[in-house]
């Protein structure tokens, strides 16, 4: 079928770098973004998730930075490694009510050993 | 570990069939969601749910339609399939009311018409 849309934006980075994957929200409204990530043939899964009362939570390897002024996330991967490879979305939600969470365009990255 | 199920996994048809992809979770969602993703390319929204009965196309226009019976079931059928929509479905799900929104999604299933 014919594909709709843009192709992806790419980021390659070498094993042990760290990584930085950028991502522009439109809803000043939005209390809560999560980062995702899709793996070649699956769903896109849970990563790590941030309310808009914070600017910076850290996981096991992964850091979300959140900028409201500018409604800019991102996500920063440390040691990055081959598994790491794949498509990272992020999601903007509004909690409580009927929103239906908007996804970002998403980035591929691509880690070469 | 998420518990949505996406039925079938793959599926080779030709033109003019009527299919229908099934979608169950266990979780007791009420919000329930259909995206289309072609490979390398984002992620559109075509159907969504919130909750028995309650159905609601999405941002991407498509020829398919959706039902919500139960709460635990959210099929996508195309009644005559042709070549434009070979595409990967993705079924997804999250809480309503106090929830964070978090989508639970299932493995996809892969469409190919010939």
């Known amino acids: 079928g014919e594909s709709v849309g843009l192709h992806l934006p790419t980021l390659s980075v070498q094993e042990g770098d760290n990584s930085i994957i950028n991502c522009a929200y439109s809803?000043?409204?939005?209390?809560?973004f999560i980062w995702y990530k899709q793996e070649s043939g699956k769903g896109p899964q849970f990563i790590i998730d941030?309310?808009?009362?914070?600017d910076k939570r850290q996981g096991q390897r992964v850091t979300v930075l959140l900028n409201k002024t500018v409604k800019h996330l991102s996500l920063q991967i440390a040691a990055t490694q081959p598994g790491d490879s794949a498509v990272y979305f992020c999601a903007e939600n509004i909690r409580g009510g009927s929103y239906i969470p908007t996804f970002g365009r998403g980035t591929s990255l691509i880690v070469h050993p | 570990e998420a518990d949505i199920y996406q039925t079938p996994r793959y599926l080779v048809i030709g033109t003019g069939k009527k299919i229908t992809l099934e979608c169950s979770q266990t979780m007791g969602h009420d919000k329930m969601y259909w995206y289309q993703q072609d490979p390398g390319m984002e992620l559109h929204l075509i159907h969504y749910?919130?909750?028995?009965?309650?159905?609601e196309k999405g941002d991407l226009s498509s020829e398919s339609t959706v039902s919500r019976i139960r709460t635990e079931h959210f099929p996508l059928t195309l009644e005559s399939a042709r070549p434009s929509h070979t595409s990967q479905y993705l079924c997804a799900s999250s809480e309503f009311g106090t929830g964070t929104g978090e989508l639970f999604f299932g493995e996809g299933s892969r469409l190919t018409v010939l």
């Open positions: 941030i309310r808009s009362n914070m």
């Open positions: 749910s919130y909750g028995v009965n309650s159905t």
């Open positions: 809803n000043s409204a939005s209390d809560y």
